[in-house]
């Protein structure tokens, strides 16, 4: 009779497996929050957004609603339905010329800084369209912040200096706030809007 022999320790390839497993979570973490970084750098270093969103670049339409939409990014945020709703209504007051629909998607502090004599001059001859949210991320506290992208139409004499042109197509980074249990439009940073020439 042969006797068994014994087969020994059995090394296990579990704890290795595991190892690789978080060392694959470590990498992606580091890139997600490297993406996260460059999308707000423009806007905490004083820098345009990222240049590679884009929007149509057409003229607006010489009348009829907003075109606002949402990528499937901004809409996958729980707040969705309330941006939708925010921005449609701050770009249809300024098309309108419409000063109190516009001191109701804007914080407070922006209407006491803008008498409706000056936001008038300002927008004399604007029109807004092809807008669109491309995201949504939590900002400081309980804000959000939105990249947007729109397009507007003014004479020449209202253009901004930076782009003296009648068609503008803007990348802007806008901070969200609650104010009065509803969500408004804060202040951009400076650097947190790029203008840039349509077509």
């Known amino acids: 009779m042969v ?3 014994s087969a020994g320790p059995r090394t296990s390839g579990f704890p290795l497996l595991i190892v690789s497993l978080t060392a694959v979570a470590v990498v992606l973490g580091a890139l997600v929050g490297a993406l996260g970084r460059s999308w707000y750098a423009a806007e905490d270093e004083g820098e345009p957004p990222a240049a590679g969103v884009t929007s149509p670049v057409e003229p607006p339409a010489p009348e009829g609603p907003v075109r606002v939409e949402l990528t499937p990014d901004a809409r996958a945020h729980p707040d969705h339905e309330a941006i939708l709703a925010l921005v449609r209504a701050h770009f249809e007051a300024i098309n309108a010329r419409d000063y109190a629909a516009w001191a ?3 914080v407070e502090r922006r209407v006491r800084d803008t008498s409706e004599e000056d936001w008038l001059s300002r927008y004399r001859s604007t029109r807004d369209d092809h807008v669109v949210v491309h995201r949504v991320e939590q900002g400081p506290e309980d804000s959000l912040r939105i990249l947007m992208t729109f397009v507007s139409g003014q004479d ?6 930076e782009m003296p042109a009648e068609c503008v197509h803007w990348r802007v980074v806008y ?3 609650v104010e009065g249990g ?3 439009l804060d202040s951009g940073r400076p650097g947190s809007s790029s203008p840039g020439a349509c077509g």
Request: aromatic share 0%; hydrophobic share 40%; proline share 22%.
């Open 182 to 184: 509803t969500l408004r």
């Open 175 to 177: 901070p969200l706030v």
């Open 104 to 106: 109701t998607t804007v």
């Open 156 to 161: 020449l004499a209202d253009a901004p200096p």
């Open 3 to 5: 006797p068994r022999q």
